[in-house]
């Protein structure tokens, strides 16, 4: 939570977003405020790492693919074709229930992939059926740095999912970033 002073964030404070100049009831508001968050980047590009930043602040959860996939599917995903196939039962069953969540209040911030047009139209139609602001978190990360990100995770096993260089190579073939014509709200990192 922020600390603040006389109705004023306090500079110091690193945990919260806030400017320096928000009032209390800026504050209020920014929290009040549902919102979809969703994130575009390649594998180990810092998805994961930027929702556990963003879902600090309050009233705000984090829906980790990874983390569905491997639990309810674990050991059968072993290839492409099978990732596709069980993240869209995932996402079938998931709609309704980010709705719900949005209708409680929260912000809701989704770590499955946007890395592709496909993908991103679904993202923006939660937002849409939800009626409710979104942004795409976008990280610019080229390929050599990502590989060395993913030896390092890979040695960790912080992700449930061990993935290999010729596994980077093939999905990210499939990864675009977003364009004007997709007509989405982005921030750049």
Known sequence: ?????????????????????????????????????????KIASGKSTLSSKLAKRPQTIVLN???????????????????????????????????????????????????TPTQRKWLKSLAEVSAVPYIFHVLSVDNDECKKRLVARNLTGENPFKTSEA???????????????????CKFY
């Open 1 to 41: 939570m922020c600390s603040m002073k006389n109705g004023q964030k306090l500079a110091s404070d690193p945990e919260c977003n806030l400017q320096p100049t928000d009032t209390l009831e800026e504050m209020i508001q920014m929290i009040s405020d549902a919102r979809l968050h969703f994130l575009c980047g």
């Open 167 to 185: 596994a980077f190579d093939l999905i990210t073939k499939h990864f675009s970033y977003p364009d004007s014509q997709e007509q989405l709200v």
């Open 65 to 115: 693919e990874d983390e569905w996939l491997t639990k309810l599917y674990p050991g059968e995903i072993t290839e492409l074709a099978h990732y596709v196939e069980k993240s869209a039962l995932i996402k079938t069953l998931l709609e309704n229930h980010i709705k719900q969540l949005i209708s409680a209040g929260l912000s809701v911030i989704m770590d499955f992939p946007a890395n």
